[in-house]
């Protein structure tokens, strides 16, 4: 198992966690020096606020806890391809590198459409791009996308 694998099943257990929490099924982790500091789940209907998506509800904390808002020498492991409002958090922070499961397109075809690649769009017309690793356990975070998300279309 690579560390991309090991921290990736951490996000995706994460993802799990938020389904079982009420939320939608999204993790996030966020690593230094090959250590986790920082974890988070959507919280979006826990916490009745549709823009704490795992990933920018992670940033935000971590930089008003810590007070570290650089972040050019961590990596973020999402579940899913951030949105554009979470890849935008990631371009003010100076992350270092993106690591991510499912695609924002891999969502969307769920849905039946087409979806589009998220987070290169906004790093591509931005002043900070980070490095950018897709896929890393796609089917693992797929199944859990599939399971919710069908289930939700049942209802």
Request: proline share 3%; net charge negative.
């Amino acid at each position: 198992m690579t560390l991309d694998e090991r921290f990736m099943g951490e996000a995706v257990r994460l993802a799990r966690l938020a389904a079982e929490h009420g939320n939608e099924p999204f993790g996030a982790v966020l690593v230094k020096d090959g250590e986790i500091v920082y974890t988070n789940e959507n919280q979006i209907h826990t916490h009745r606020d549709p823009a704490f998506h795992a990933e920018a509800g992670l940033l935000r904390r971590f930089c008003h806890e810590t007070g570290i808002t650089d972040l050019r020498e961590y990596t973020l492991y999402s579940s899913c391809e951030p949105c554009f409002m979470c890849s935008g958090a990631m371009v003010w922070v100076r992350l270092g590198r993106l690591v991510y499961a499912a695609s924002a397109r891999d969502l969307e075809a769920i849905f039946g459409g087409e979806g589009c690649d998220c987070s290169d769009m906004v790093f591509s017309h931005s002043g900070h791009k980070p490095q950018v690793t897709a896929g890393v356990l796609r089917e693992e975070s797929l199944s859990i996308l599939r399971t919710y998300f069908g289930n939700q279309m049942e209802l």
